[in-house]
């Protein structure tokens, strides 16, 4: 354990990783409680595995025709355009809709493999993007996650109250003349960011996990908005900090552990709640 600390005040790729951490926390906590609190994790969970095509086809134009495209911008797009598409097919689709979202979920993952087996070479990136690996986030990652989590924030609290109506009632929103459609779409678009910010700390498989489960123990000792966030924050740093401290030494996956750290206090919360309340 010392010898984290020690190589943390030296070491600018670990210094990464904690901000890194930091960042991602700060936008799963606003975000997460919408998605907990709105039940869209299914949602979330189909524009995350659409991400991956974004991730590949960005792999694909830089080794064919030389262009010079971040596989996360390229997953940014990809998140959003599915994000707006989920979003229409849940409000609007005369099909089940968790039918059609499972098949954009599997077309997306299916996009990224093809566009990545296509591509000259191995990839080395490829499972920091399938399981995360915080320890490589570089400084221009850590920009575009401080510019995402600036406009999630600046976003997710100047409509607050429009996002906390939709959430606990659609009709009474309505009623209210909020345009819930745009609101509802709108939100989707935020989780389509706030992933993309995830995706380098534990990866597109395991995104959801840590989007949504600080939300929901805050959500358990919590029943206002605005402390859910702050607690689901607090939590998401104190997880991912505690994740990378303990896989440092025994050269573990941060991510994964980040994501057992975060699993098992949920499950005490759970038991907590049931037994002890």
Known sequence: MTGFFSALLINPFLQYALIAGVLASIACGIIGTYVVT????????????????????????????????????????????????????????????DTVIGALWSLGMAVGVIFISMTPGYNTDLMSYLF???????????????????????LGLLFYNKFTAICFDEEFARVKGIRVTFYYLLLLCLTALTIVALIQVVGLILVIALLIMPAAIAKQYVNNMWKMMLVAVILGILFTFS???????????????????????????????????
């Open 38 to 97: 709105k039940k869209i994790t299914f949602l979330s969970g189909g524009i995350a595995h659409t991400v991956l095509g974004g991730v590949g086809i960005a792999c694909y134009l830089n080794k064919i025709y030389g262009t010079n495209i971040p596989p996360l911008y390229g997953a940014m797009v990809v998140a959003l355009i599915a994000a707006i598409a989920i979003g229409l097919i849940n409000l609007y689709s005369e099909y089940e809709s």
């Open 132 to 154: 995360g690996n915080i320890l490589m986030v570089s400084k221009s990652d850590l920009y575009l996650m401080i510019t995402l989590d600036v406009v999630i924030i600046f």
């Open 243 to 277: 994740g990378l401290l303990i896989s440092y030494e025994p050269n573990l996956p941060s991510g994964a552990m980040i994501i057992l750290v975060t699993s098992f206090f949920f499950i005490v919360s759970i038991l907590h709640k049931k037994y002890f309340k």
